[in-house]
């Protein structure tokens, strides 16, 4: 097995949505349309074995400073195997590139975050000023990263964990 993780293809999706699918009904990942994996296949990087993909994540820009990461997943029989290590690596790598200086998820999966520097949060990370601009969004993640009520139907029993970069 020679796992490789890269930057996700449209022709990549198919395997991204059947790990989404996987996880979503135990509600340890969100659900995503196809069509929102599509327009975001930018931000995903993929672990692929073959032509097999086995993990994913994204990483999504927020504000200036503040991106999050999200949709993180590798197949059950490949979990614990430093696979998901290698898809937040590169995650964070781009962070860095784009000039990120802190990175949010919305997590069950706290200890894995916890091992690469997130930590635990209450309230929004970002300045007031910041606060008022990102409530023009209307992307779920800024709901989550602002845990505004509009988000808790969707995110109870999850961590907001932040990591500074």
């Known amino acids: 097995m020679s796992i490789v993780v890269r930057a996700a293809k449209t022709s990549d999706v198919k395997g991204i949505r059947?790990?989404?699918?996987?996880y979503a009904p135990q509600r340890r990942i969100l659900s995503k349309e196809t069509v929102?994996?599509?327009?975001?296949?930018?931000?995903?990087v993929v672990a692929v074995d073959?032509?097999?993909?086995?993990?994913?994540g994204a990483m999504h820009v927020l504000w200036e400073d503040v991106a999050e990461v999200r949709t993180v997943a590798v197949t059950e029989e490949?979990?614990?195997?430093?696979?998901?290590?290698?898809?937040l690596e590169q995650l964070i790598d781009r962070a860095r590139t784009v000039g990120v200086k802190k990175i949010f998820c919305l997590t069950f999966e706290t200890e894995f975050f916890g091992r690469h520097g997130?930590?635990?949060i209450q309230g929004a990370p970002v300045d007031p000023e910041v606060y008022q601009q990102l409530l023009r969004s209307y992307d779920e993640g800024i709901a989550e990263l602002l845990d505004l009520e509009s988000?808790?139907?969707?995110?109870?029993g999850n961590t907001r964990m932040v990591k500074v970069l």
């Open 18 to 22: 059947k790990l989404i699918d996987t």
């Open 36 to 44: 929102t994996l599509y327009e975001s296949v930018q931000e995903f």
């Open 50 to 56: 073959g032509e097999n993909v086995v993990g994913c």
């Open 78 to 87: 490949l979990r614990g195997k430093g696979v998901g290590h290698k898809i």
């Open 118 to 120: 997130f930590e635990e």
């Open 151 to 156: 988000s808790k139907p969707n995110t109870l």
